[in-house]
């Protein structure tokens, strides 16, 4: 089984996808749609699921900071609902705070320009999301 990870923005979406033994993450794309309308990537990730024979999807949950839940929440959930519907897959919440400025810093640190920067991020930020889901689920199936 593989998990697909997503990190929804306004207009892009970032797509990440675990190893067949859900232990480590690694970014596979980021599309880009018209604002808000994500629903534009369903043919891109209906192909990616096959691919894949993904079971499971990882989204992030854009909490506030202070772990209130704003506007783009809803906007996730919406979507989640989408893709329950549409591709017959659970969707898990997964928290994301701070997961694009992670991105942003490795990004940095790899010294890439802020051009390329722009064009990698949000897949970076669905790795972060998804690897932190693995790595939470892993611990407990150890009892960590």
Avoid: W
Avoid at 69 to 94: H, I, M, N
Wanted: with cysteine; hydrophobic share 40%.
């Amino acid at each position: 089984m593989r998990i697909l990870g997503l990190d929804l923005g306004t207009k892009t979406l970032g797509v990440a996808i675990s190893d067949t033994s859900e232990t480590i993450a690694s970014t596979l794309n980021t599309f880009r749609f018209s604002e808000n309308k994500p629903e534009e990537c369903l043919k891109d990730l209906k192909k990616i699921i096959e691919e894949y024979n993904v079971n499971l999807i990882v989204i992030g949950l854009p909490k506030n900071m202070n772990n209130t839940l704003g506007a783009a929440v809803k906007r996730t959930r919406d979507f989640s609902f989408v893709l329950e519907k549409e591709f017959s897959v659970p969707v898990v919440e997964q928290d994301e705070r701070l997961s694009s400025v992670s991105a942003n810093n490795i990004l940095i640190k790899a010294d890439l320009s802020r051009k390329k920067r722009k064009t990698k991020v949000d897949g970076l930020a669905a790795t972060i999301i998804l690897q932190n889901y693995l790595d939470i689920r892993k611990g407990k199936k150890h009892g960590q």
